[in-house]
């Protein structure tokens, strides 16, 4: 049997539009582009995804926001702790008669303090000793061991109470914060870490620490007299080195550490920083809380 002829119009044929009967007919979406308030599901996931991207990021930045910022401008809580008296941390003080080389001047002092929490429990060196070290003389280069003998007796027959000072040196390396210890030997203090060195006033000598060690406010009272709040809060409890060692063997002449504080090259001070943060410099600018 022949095909029918394309396009001859006859039912049956191949040719030409359907217009029998439909399923369904079709009928066009509407266009909602222009509506404000019609959310596509492209918009819905972008919302979405913008909105968990900031919870996330919130989760993320705020415990380290907290960390950095909170402790800094809560300040540490302290408060005077009495150590003992001042005859143990007072000894191989002036006047120096007969003085030779070896005469030890001054004493250092190692001992643990606890704090108002376990955070505060740190070891402190006590040091008394010259304000100058660098005073101390040593041999030259062409003098005689008599000459220098002599020379170094004059010197240390001239100290006085004012030529000496108490430092309260908290061992926590202000590099990373490893415990540095005191080596007699050189007379100052040496980071077992990372190199860092300390000359006896905790103030550094090389290595890679930002600023000295850490100090602790130390004071000498007298515990004999009686002293109101405002006395103590103005500082007139505190009694001079020079009185201070006059009275040492009174066992109620007491030296009490108190407030920690960092220090800068100068030995200037300033609020209590954490290990590697300079107080001083274009550095300290990115520590603005501490």
């Known amino acids: ?161 004012a030529d000496m000072d108490m430092l309260a040196i908290w061992n926590r390396c202000a590099h990373l914060g490893c415990p540095v210890a005191y080596a007699a030997g050189s007379q100052g203090f040496i980071c077992p870490c990372h190199g860092g060195a300390y000359d006896s006033r905790g103030l550094v000598t090389g290595g890679p620490p930002p600023r000295p060690l850490d100090r602790l406010d130390v004071k000498i009272v007298d515990q004999s007299q009686q002293y109101s709040a405002a006395d103590i809060a103005s500082g007139n409890d505190r009694l001079s080195l020079q009185q201070a060692i006059a009275k040492s063997s009174s066992p109620k002449v007491r030296v009490l550490v108190g407030k920690a504080y960092s220090i800068s090259d100068e030995q200037e001070p300033f609020p209590l920083h954490a290990p590697g943060e300079p107080v001083t410099g274009t550095l300290s600018n990115l520590y603005p809380f501490t």
């Open 1 to 161: 049997m022949a095909e029918d002829e394309p396009d001859s119009g006859a039912p049956g044929t191949q040719g030409g539009p359907y217009e029998g009967p439909r399923a369904t007919d079709f009928t066009p979406e509407a266009d909602h582009s222009d509506d404000p308030g019609y959310i596509t599901r492209t918009r819905f996931l972008s919302t979405v995804a913008i909105a968990g991207g900031g919870i996330l990021t919130a989760a993320i930045l705020v415990p380290v926001v907290g960390f950095a910022v909170a402790n800094p401008l809560k300040g540490e809580e302290w408060r005077w702790i009495d150590i003992g008296p001042a005859s143990d941390f007072l000894k191989n003080a002036p006047p120096y008669a007969n003085a030779t080389p070896s005469t030890k001047i001054g004493e250092v002092a190692s001992l643990a303090v606890a704090g108002t929490d376990p955070e505060a429990d740190r070891r402190v060196y006590l040091m008394f000793g010259l304000v100058e070290p660098s005073a101390k003389p040593i041999p030259g280069p062409d003098e005689s061991t008599d000459g220098f003998d002599a020379r170094f007796k004059a010197w240390a027959a001239s100290i006085t109470a």
